[in-house]
């Protein structure tokens, strides 16, 4: 093939590509003159095809909306004493700081219920009572929050949780109902056995309740501490309504075994287009739930906020303490909204390719490292420069520059 016949069929694709984009994105695409950014950039338009997400109905929470078209959300839980409000809304002003978007507390006691006034009007993210067996609870903290976590099967009679219901109704309060594996009712038990088909079972039934009452504004979950049987329960209650789906996978465990178990479950599920808001569960603090939320929705391009590290294992060519530098920026940039792609390589081999397709980037050389910013190499600098260099690049960008 002649270099000019190669030209014309690069062209050729080039603009196949930008024809496909409008269609799909609705924006144009500028052919870049680096080979590995074009295949990123044809990569994200694959990614953003392929996951087409069930259709659900929209729920108003607070400022918020779950379902439908809105964004996916990342919540979390605190594991403060909910009636020291104060310790409450500190902890919930870190959570807001690394980006969780709702917020639940559990409201055990009437006195519980009674602080959620305090921390609702001290923070800036939807406010989620979590409630069971006292409907009395509920109809205090309907007053104060934007949405109940509660099951209406273990409140009470029909006039309990016809109370609850007409409350919600007054107040504009959607619920969710929570079904858990490890919580079944006896009869649906004794029927499947800790089964997805029970889980199933048990929503619908409290789905029922509901309904009968002329109540809609409902999200749904059903959580399960494996990952087979939730995954399996979210999808059959995927195919049978269009509620909106809080995926979660309960009780996951500590930091590294619960990510894993969390990005398998939330992972296949969103990739299926299954889920509208999520909750990652850990035997650890709560901040690092919500990095984990993120860094799961990052993974699939359904998010694209914050600073985004790429970052080599290491190996004996490496040039710089890559591990060090990354725990460093991270922690240092974890409040940063705006989309920026950092690259930290420690060598030549696969360092140049990655820094240019990042924003900035720094690759390990003997002597003093290369930095790289918008694809080109802009100066040399020394070990003791980096992180301050890094940073500096960073905060630029973040301001606009």
């Given at each position: 093939m002649s270099r000019q016949t190669a030209g014309k069929t690069l062209k050729s694709k080039i603009n196949s590509i930008r024809l496909r984009q409008n269609l799909v994105l609705g924006v144009t695409f500028s052919p870049y003159r680096d080979?590995?950014?074009?295949?990123?950039?044809?990569?994200?338009?694959?990614?953003?095809?392929?996951?087409?997400?069930?259709?659900?109905?929209?729920?108003?929470?607070?400022?918020?909306?779950?379902?439908?078209?809105?964004?996916?959300?990342?919540?979390?839980?605190?594991?403060?004493?909910?009636?020291?409000?104060?310790?409450?809304?500190?902890?919930?002003?870190?959570?807001?700081d690394v980006g969780c978007e709702i917020i639940r507390v559990s409201a055990p006691a009437m006195e519980a219920a009674k602080a959620l006034k305090e921390i609702k009007e001290n923070i800036n993210i939807p406010l989620v009572a979590d409630i069971h067996f006292d409907y009395r609870i509920a109809l205090e903290a309907v007053k104060y929050v934007d949405k109940l976590r509660i099951n209406p099967g273990n409140i009470g009679n029909p006039d309990k949780v016809q109370q609850v219901v007409k409350a919600c109704k007054d107040y504009g309060i959607p619920m969710r109902i929570g079904v858990n594996l490890g919580s079944l009712e006896k009869d649906l038990f004794d029927k499947h056995g800790y089964s997805p088909e029970a889980m199933v079972e048990s929503a619908m039934r409290h789905l029922k309740i509901l309904e009968e009452l002329d109540f809609y504004d409902t999200v749904v979950s059903l959580k399960a501490s494996d990952v087979p049987r939730m995954v399996k329960a979210y999808r059959l209650f995927a195919e049978k309504?269009?509620?909106?789906?809080?995926?979660?996978?309960?009780?996951?465990?500590?930091?590294?075994?619960?990510?894993?178990?969390?990005?398998?479950?939330?992972?296949?599920?969103?990739?299926?287009?299954?889920?509208?808001?999520?909750?990652?569960?850990?035997?650890?603090?709560?901040?690092?739930?919500?990095?984990?939320?993120?860094?799961?929705?990052?993974?699939?391009?359904?998010?694209?906020?914050?600073?985004?590290?790429?970052?080599?294992?290491?190996?004996?060519?490496?040039?710089?303490?890559?591990?060090?530098?990354?725990?460093?920026?991270?922690?240092?940039?974890?409040?940063?909204?705006?989309?920026?792609?950092?690259?930290?390589?420690?060598?030549?081999?696969?360092?140049?390719?990655?820094?240019?397709?990042?924003?900035?980037?720094?690759?390990?050389?003997?002597?003093?490292?290369?930095?790289?910013?918008?694809?080109?190499?802009?100066?040399?600098?020394?070990?003791?420069?980096?992180?301050?260099?890094?940073?500096?690049?960073?905060?630029?960008?973040?301001?606009?520059?």
């Amino acid at each position: 093939m002649s270099r000019q016949t190669a030209g014309k069929t690069l062209k050729s694709k080039i603009n196949s590509i930008r024809l496909r984009q409008n269609l799909v994105l609705g924006v144009t695409f500028s052919p870049y003159r680096d080979a590995s950014q074009i295949y990123y950039k044809i990569k994200k338009i694959i990614t953003i095809k392929m996951i087409q997400r069930r259709k659900s109905r929209k729920v108003k929470v607070g400022k918020l909306y779950i379902g439908g078209d809105s964004p996916i959300t990342v919540q979390s839980m605190t594991t403060t004493d909910t009636v020291n409000a104060k310790a409450t809304v500190k902890q919930i002003h870190g959570l807001e700081d690394v980006g969780c978007e709702i917020i639940r507390v559990s409201a055990p006691a009437m006195e519980a219920a009674k602080a959620l006034k305090e921390i609702k009007e001290n923070i800036n993210i939807p406010l989620v009572a979590d409630i069971h067996f006292d409907y009395r609870i509920a109809l205090e903290a309907v007053k104060y929050v934007d949405k109940l976590r509660i099951n209406p099967g273990n409140i009470g009679n029909p006039d309990k949780v016809q109370q609850v219901v007409k409350a919600c109704k007054d107040y504009g309060i959607p619920m969710r109902i929570g079904v858990n594996l490890g919580s079944l009712e006896k009869d649906l038990f004794d029927k499947h056995g800790y089964s997805p088909e029970a889980m199933v079972e048990s929503a619908m039934r409290h789905l029922k309740i509901l309904e009968e009452l002329d109540f809609y504004d409902t999200v749904v979950s059903l959580k399960a501490s494996d990952v087979p049987r939730m995954v399996k329960a979210y999808r059959l209650f995927a195919e049978k309504t269009d509620y909106p789906l809080h995926l979660g996978v309960t009780e996951a465990g500590s930091k590294i075994p619960g990510t894993v178990k969390s990005a398998m479950g939330m992972g296949m599920l969103l990739f299926e287009g299954i889920g509208d808001t999520i909750r990652i569960s850990l035997s650890e603090e709560p901040r690092e739930e919500v990095k984990v939320g993120k860094q799961i929705l990052r993974a699939l391009g359904l998010r694209n906020e914050g600073v985004q590290v790429t970052s080599c294992p290491t190996c004996a060519r490496t040039n710089v303490d890559v591990i060090k530098l990354v725990e460093q920026l991270e922690e240092a940039t974890e409040k940063i909204k705006k989309p920026i792609h950092v690259a930290v390589m420690g060598c030549a081999v696969n360092g140049p390719g990655e820094s240019r397709k990042a924003d900035i980037g720094i690759v390990g050389a003997p002597g003093n490292h290369l930095l790289y910013k918008e694809g080109k190499i802009v100066k040399r600098i020394n070990d003791n420069e980096i992180m301050e260099v890094l940073l500096k690049e960073i905060d630029e960008m973040n301001d606009g520059g």
